[in-house]
């Protein structure tokens, strides 16, 4: 159990830090340490939400179960499931609140198939003294509330939903306080499904779902250091999965600042195809090979939709709504604007060929099956790669100007090609593997001698002379276009290391000032999956004294419940960005499993390895 500490708000918000993750694999809630829920989507990741406090303490809605006079609390999951507890302690008493989303019955997550039960539970049991509990159910843009034998139907008309509430105890939304006594508990059941709950009672439910999150965590290989934690994020992985498809969405959260009062403020609710190898490789290497193969299917189904493919999608693999401010909402600590939809969605960026190719390349080398039609497909977008390395794009960070001949997109152009041409000759599969392993060793010599600078001996984020460092080349070794211990890549590491670190272990993706990203030199924080490539590339420098202390550092930068945001502000210490984010928990995988494997004298790549001889 964490330790006890009193709430602390800034401008009226908890900090980010201060929240856990609750979901059943198609909506998701977050819970902070007040016991309130201040964002919850539902029943789809990307709704309009039903409470979002955390964006407009006064005007978003939220959901809220706390005793007055709070003193202090603490927050702890139930071990190895999404099941959070949230402990409460006020001068008379102390009350233990337990929040869940049900799955249904039998639910099985480690399959591809509905598990929502489209109910969140809410049970609040007095562990000692008399406690006045406060609910406040509000959400969004208000409801009209009626009764209905025995329950409340709060009809929200923002969203289009009605939420059903029934309680154990009387009580009367959106506002009401009752007095409980040691041994007295309150439950509540909040469901959107219209079809009748399936458990007789809250506990009922609870025990279901409780079993569920465990027989799924007990498939996590966990022979790994902060083993605790790898577990922690494949769970946290696992909530942000679209269960019922395999789409993982890049954080549960919309609009929390980058920077405090600054306007890097985007939608993250959506699956990016750049993360789907990232995430199918960590998956794999921690025994969970239908979450990966999912999202591999997914990500090859939803960039088939479209002739060009996108960069990212909603979690049924179209296209995400158009990007809008909502001027109602001051913003997390009011930093503004707050957006919905994410226009990343409409640009040019060629990383996406080889992301794709990568990802077919895993598909197949851990049995998946390539067919004609998709084959001739993969083989086009080669061709692609091919050619539009030459053009500029807007590249991995999403810059928000013209675009610019990125590095990172050449590269990964170079895996697009490479993985094409190994297929063709793996699979026996028609094209011309040669032309695309000699386009690939070209671009990888281009890469060298065009993107290094003398001057600051490194490789740098543009394709010619004059440009800035870039945090993205740490991911070379990882996609294999150059091995980490490749001279020219050491330097790399050494010169962002120290011209983009910020001390203890982070750092920057870029200087804004040096690298113009559209935002008028906005400030933003330190990019936790960067640090986490660095501890890969010092893995496979061979300093694993240094890569293991600079991976114990990044974990201890979790929040009390094993969660990461996506940025750290280096002067404090203190959560920035959506959170929780999906690629940071996939950095700590990989490099916990990438230390464990070389510790031990295993080659970390066991399922490609023969692939690549």
């Not at 152009?413 to 993985?419: E, H, I, N, T």
């Not at 793996?426 to 386009?439: E, I, N």
């Not at 993107?451 to 010619?464: F, M, S």
Request: hydrophobic share 40%; aromatic share 8%.
């Amino acid at each position: 159990m964490t330790l006890w500490k009193p709430l602390t708000r800034r401008e009226g918000y908890l900090p980010i830090a201060d929240h856990g993750l609750i979901g059943d694999g198609r909506g998701c809630a977050l819970v902070g340490r007040d016991a309130e829920i201040s964002f919850m989507c539902v029943p789809r990741f990307d709704q309009d939400p039903v409470f979002c406090s955390l964006l407009d303490r006064r005007h978003g809605g939220g959901f809220g179960l706390a005793p007055q006079g709070v003193r202090e609390s603490r927050q702890r999951y139930t071990d190895d499931t999404a099941v959070l507890v949230t402990e409460l302690r006020t001068d008379t008493g102390t009350v233990e609140i337990t929040d869940a989303f049900l799955l249904r019955p039998g639910a099985r997550l480690e399959e591809d198939t509905p598990a929502a039960a489209g109910e969140l539970v809410r049970r609040a049991r007095i562990i000692h003294g008399e406690v006045t509990l406060r609910l406040r159910l509000e959400p969004r843009g208000g409801a009209r509330v009626r009764r209905r034998g025995e329950e409340w139907l709060l009809d929200c008309g923002r969203q289009d939903i009605t939420l059903r509430l029934k309680s154990s105890t009387p009580v009367t939304p959106p506002n009401c306080a009752l007095t409980l006594r040691a041994g007295q508990e309150l439950a509540l059941q909040l469901r959107w499904d219209t079809s009748p709950s399936p458990y007789p009672s809250v506990d009922a439910g609870l025990e279901a779902t409780l079993r569920a999150w465990r027989r799924w965590a007990s498939f996590v290989v966990m022979d790994v250091p902060h083993s605790g934690l790898v577990r922690r994020s494949a769970l946290t992985l696992k909530l942000l999965d679209y269960v019922e498809n395999g789409a993982i969405i890049a954080a549960p959260t919309s609009s929390l600042p980058e920077h405090i009062s600054g306007t890097r403020n985007w939608d993250y609710r959506y699956s990016w195809i750049r993360d789907a190898a990232y995430t199918v490789f960590a998956l794999r290497r921690i025994g969970l090979p239908s979450e990966a193969g999912g999202f591999l299917d997914w990500a090859l189904t939803a960039a088939r939709h479209n002739d060009q493919p996108r960069v990212l999608y909603d979690v049924d693999g179209n296209p995400p709504p158009p990007e809008t401010v909502d001027e109602e909402l001051e913003g997390y600590r009011r930093s503004t604007p707050v957006r919905w939809g994410n226009a990343a969605a409409e640009q040019t960026q060629h990383d996406v060929y080889g992301e794709i190719l990568d990802c077919a390349f895993q598909w197949a080398a851990t049995g998946g099956t390539i067919d004609d039609q998709l084959w001739q497909w993969l083989a086009g977008l080669a061709e692609r790669a091919s050619h539009a390395w030459r053009t500029p794009d807007h590249g991995i960070w999403e810059v928000r100007t013209s675009g610019r001949p990125f590095t990172y997109s050449a590269a990964m152009c170079q895996v697009a090609l490479d993985r094409s041409a190994r297929l063709a000759r793996r699979l026996r599969l028609p094209g011309d593997a040669d032309k695309w392993a000699r386009q690939a060793d070209h671009l990888t010599e281009r890469i060298l001698h065009h993107a290094w600078d003398n001057r600051i001996c490194a490789l740098t984020e543009h394709l010619g002379q004059g440009s800035a460092l870039d945090a993205s080349l740490l991911a070379l070794p990882l996609r294999r276009v150059l091995p980490a211990d490749h001279p020219k890549m050491v330097a790399t590491c050494r010169a962002v290391a120290e011209q983009l670190g910020t001390g203890n272990g982070l750092i920057y993706r870029y200087l804004p000032e040096r690298s113009p990203d559209g935002l008028d030199h906005q400030p933003e924080g330190a990019f936790l999956l960067c640090s986490f490539w660095l501890v890969d590339n010092l893995t496979g420098q061979g300093h694993i004294e240094q890569a293991s202390e600079l991976f114990d550092s990044l974990c201890s930068r979790t929040n009390h419940l094993g969660l990461l945001p996506e940025q750290i502000d280096p002067s404090d210490g203190a959560f920035l960005g959506n959170f929780p984010q999906a690629i940071s928990h996939v950095g700590l995988i990989s490099s916990a499993v990438a230390l464990a494997l070389t510790t031990s004298g295993t080659y970390p790549e066991r399922s490609t390895k023969a692939w690549f001889a």
